[in-house]
């Protein structure tokens, strides 16, 4: 049995300003500056978005890829709380850390991409249940909310440490609020889980009034069954991703055994999208669009090949899920797998049939893309720095 304090997770002792990091503080600063440029200027200032193409790379990279890569979070939380898989609760923590920076910056992403930026609130008051993007911001606002109340306790467990946190009261509040979340936990996990399910699939039901502009390849009935099953596959090799460069760049523990376990479901999810991909070609008789040799076709092959099928043989070889290497660049070829498709869904599949409209991501539409990115790893680290979120080598262990 493996020693418990060897897992147990403490602010790591590692210097926050390295060279990536100032890499990091570069594109935040020219993306904040394009940021600017977007909320003077209006949206045409530094995007190529219009009336014909609404949606461009903000909406496919920065909410529907983003909200899909941080599925790590309820899928583990449903491995480890609900079906009591305890082993594996060393990876609950930076997955949900993952989790809740990841929506942070979805609904970051929303609030440049959105023309009335300023009316974000309004679906929270004027309410339209007759439509799927109001379910989705009431479930992604919920979810987010539910993953700080599930991070709180790790900010009460710091403070709880801190040597200057000696106030009587204080101490007592911080006590009564980490009883209080222990017995209400359970409420928010299940919470949390569920709504992840509704709109993981509902990202996938807004394109269903797209009949005559998604290309037949990824248009479908069950589009919104093949974003779940794709969120829910790409969880495990998210969490795998995360904790390999948290073992390279931050040297945290080695969390290879655990990461192999959870590496055994993901073929098994895979199978199953898989699966539904092509039955529902051979029912709908869309697989004689596959070798037209066009942009649209190229693209749904190398999304399937590199993101589904190839993961999968790797992930199915027991010898091949143990080695680190293996194992990490099977998780890089379902993360890129995920992230294709919903480019493809949302930019190169979709094509509006009144007239020849084509569409590239404009230069301050990329360098705010990757702004944000930066933040969020930057915020990362900071949060894993000084908050008790990973757990260190066994040689660094105190």
Not at 152 to 161: L, Y
Not at 211 to 222: A, G, Q, R, S, V
Not at 322 to 332: I, K, M
Not at 351 to 372: H, M, N, Q, R
Request: with cysteine; aromatic share 12%; net charge positive.
């Amino acid at each position: 049995m493996s020693d418990p304090d060897v897992h147990k997770s403490v602010p790591l002792r590692r210097p926050l300003w390295t060279p990536g990091v100032l890499v990091m503080l570069v594109f935040m600063l020219i993306g904040a500056a394009f940021i600017i440029a977007r909320f003077t200027g209006g949206i045409a200032a530094v995007s190529n978005l219009s009336t014909a193409r609404p949606w461009g790379l903000w909406v496919g990279i920065d909410v529907a890829t983003g909200v899909a890569l941080a599925a790590g979070g309820f899928t583990t939380a449903f491995l480890t709380h609900i079906l009591g898989r305890h082993y594996y609760e060393s990876l609950m923590r930076p997955a949900l850390l993952t989790a809740m920076l990841g929506y942070t910056f979805v609904v970051l992403g929303l609030l440049i991409d959105i023309g009335r930026s300023w009316a974000i609130w309004k679906p929270m008051i004027f309410w339209n249940t007759n439509s799927v993007l109001f379910e989705v911001a009431m479930c992604v606002m919920v979810y987010l909310t539910v993953l700080y109340i599930e991070f709180m306790p790790i900010v009460i467990e710091r403070f709880k440490s801190r040597p200057g946190t000696s106030n009587r009261r204080v101490q007592w509040l911080l006590k009564k609020g980490e009883a209080l979340l222990g017995r209400t936990m359970w409420i928010f996990i299940v919470a949390g889980v569920v709504l992840s399910c509704m709109h993981q699939s509902s990202l996938g039901s807004l394109m269903l009034i797209t009949p005559t502009k998604l290309h037949p390849l990824w248009y479908t009935p069950i589009l919104p069954l093949l974003f779940l099953t794709s969120a829910i596959a790409v969880g495990f090799p998210m969490v795998i991703f995360e904790g390999t460069l948290a073992k390279s760049s931050l040297q945290s523990n080695d969390e290879m055994a655990l990461m192999s376990g959870i590496a055994r479901f993901t073929p098994v999810i895979l199978g199953i999208y898989l699966s539904l991909k092509i039955g529902d070609m051979l029912v709908r008789g869309t697989w004689i669009y596959l070798f037209d040799n066009t942009m649209q076709s190229n693209s749904f092959l190398i999304e399937v090949g590199l993101g589904v099928i190839a993961p999968m043989v790797i992930l199915l070889n027991r010898q091949r899920r143990n080695s680190q290497r293996w194992l990490f660049f099977a998780s890089c070829c379902v993360i890129g797998g995920v992230v294709f498709n919903r480019v493809n869904v949302f930019i190169i599949g979709y094509k509006p049939p009144f007239g020849p409209v084509t569409y590239s991501p404009a230069v301050g539409e990329i360098f705010i893309t990757c702004g944000l990115i930066a933040t969020l790893m930057f915020l990362y680290r900071v949060i894993v720095t000084y908050l008790p979120v990973l757990a260190p080598r066994r040689e660094d262990a105190i």
